[in-house]
């Protein structure tokens, strides 16, 4: 999987965030082989069309993956459409989540400099848990040549119980592997699991 920008041919202004398949095939930028990112953050909207109802699912020999994008994240019934109607074993999720972002509650002294890395490692395993699906997340690490902004990096992979199996540096570029995942399985026993059930 690769994300970029891709001219929006409608409004030659402004672009898509696309994630597509590189494969043997070479129908990179058909539109069943790509996802337009959903939800776009306020600095994006400028330059970023969004791809409204618009889904990608690959059916593969390891399970059925849908994706989302940075943003997509944080609203769940994106997600929630992927599983309960796509049927998805596994989220693949394309990043460039920024560390920075301040919270403060004076009153209590209280003061979370890096929120927005607090968000990426919450949300994450939550996604993970309440979808009882695999997430795969590429993030950005690291300090933006351009901008000076840092990266939160904390790519990984999540099983279905939202147990990290995985997880990249926070601060430097690393190869992540995983071998021996039997992930169809390990989402049906999930979903099976009643003393889960029970708990809930």
């Known amino acids: 999987m690769f994300n970029g920008l891709i001219q929006n041919r409608e409004d030659t202004n402004k672009y898509f965030n696309i994630s597509f398949v590189l494969d043997q095939t070479g129908n990179y930028f058909d539109q069943e082989r790509t996802y337009k990112k959903t939800y776009l953050s306020r600095f994006e909207k400028e330059y970023v069309s969004k791809g409204i109802n618009d889904t990608l699912v690959l059916k593969t020999e390891w399970g059925k993956f849908g994706f989302l994008t940075c943003w997509d994240i944080y609203f769940p019934r994106l997600a929630q459409k992927l599983v309960n109607s796509k049927k998805v074993d596994a989220l693949i999720v394309n990043a460039a989540w920024r560390k920075q972002g301040e919270r403060e509650y004076k009153g209590l002294n209280i003061k979370e400099e890096s929120y927005n890395k607090f968000l990426w490692n919450m949300i994450m395993p939550t996604l993970a848990f309440q979808n009882q699906v695999w997430i795969m997340a590429a993030n950005a690490v690291g300090l933006h040549s351009l901008e000076g902004i840092e990266y939160c990096g904390g790519s990984g992979i999540w099983a279905p119980s939202g147990i990290n199996m995985l997880k990249g540096s926070d601060t430097k570029e690393e190869l992540l592997i995983l071998h021996n995942i039997d992930m169809i ?16």
């Open 185 to 200: 399985h390990e989402v049906e026993a999930e979903r099976n699991d009643d003393e889960l059930k029970g708990s809930i």
